[in-house]
């Protein structure tokens, strides 16, 4: 059973366009998170979710809006897309990180943006 | 503040050993590496708590030294499962910090 999901795996779409990336954990975690990963695997934290509710929302162009129906599922929208928007996507989850030192992180397979 | 790793790459021999540093302008009360092969997901290799403890994970170790606010990855006759790159990360307010990250590449 895979842990973390994500689709799609690639997507490839014209500036301007609207983009949804799903995310889905079997691991029970509550807290799940969207790095971005630009061209130089520079690996940079977005947005993270505790039981549903925002904890951690970077400096990120409100184009980028993160939806969690659930604590199983974390979903990122991404409206206007840009070609600096082109990077790969993980998606991670946890169990809540309490206290100073944080816990494992899995991540999902990641997706490919790219913005032509 | 993002930690500072290096070196940014190493190119090793199937056997050798190599040290991975991650330092922090500010207190580290943890450091966390992953690694990530080509074309995958990061994968949690271990976390190091504050008090110096090593822990280990087959032929990886990892060192953590608060008070230098520095922590050192040793990967002992490096196999080529070993390729990737290491990131280091820190917990800062519930979210973890990367490092750049230093490619390792194992030839055979």
């Known amino acids: 059973d895979t842990a973390v999901s994500q689709t799609p795996k690639y997507l490839v779409t014209q500036m301007g366009n609207d983009k949804s990336i799903k995310c889905e954990q079997n691991?029970?975690?509550?807290?799940m998170y969207w790095y971005k990963q630009d061209s130089k695997k520079f690996l940079k934290i977005m947005f993270s979710?505790?039981?549903?509710?925002?904890?951690i929302n970077e400096t990120v162009p409100n184009r980028f809006s993160p939806k969690s129906p659930d604590k199983a599922h974390l979903n990122l929208h991404i409206n206007s897309l840009e070609l600096g928007d082109s990077a790969v996507y993980f998606c991670?989850?946890?169990?809540?990180?309490?206290?100073?030192?944080?816990?494992?992180?899995?991540f999902g397979p990641g997706t490919r943006l790219t913005v032509l | 503040q993002q930690p500072v790793q290096s070196p940014q790459a190493v190119i090793l021999r199937e056997g050798e050993d190599a040290v991975i540093n991650c330092s922090s302008s500010?207190?580290?009360?943890?450091v966390h590496w992953y690694r990530q092969k080509h074309g995958e997901a990061p994968v949690f290799l271990m976390i190091?708590?504050?008090?110096?403890e090593q822990k280990g994970h087959d032929k990886i170790s990892a060192s953590f030294n608060e008070k230098k606010q520095q922590s050192s990855l040793y990967l002992t006759a490096s196999q080529l499962s070993y390729s990737g790159t290491y990131f280091c990360?820190?917990?800062?307010?519930?979210?973890?910090?990367f490092g750049q990250g230093t490619e390792l590449s194992v030839k055979p």
């Open positions: 991670a989850s946890s169990n809540s990180p309490t206290g100073v030192y944080g816990n494992e992180q899995f």
């Open positions: 691991l029970g975690h509550d807290t």
């Open positions: 979710y505790n039981n549903k509710e925002l904890i």
């Open positions: 500010k207190a580290l009360y943890s």
């Open positions: 190091l708590l504050k008090g110096g």
């Open positions: 990360g820190k917990n800062q307010g519930g979210k973890l910090i």
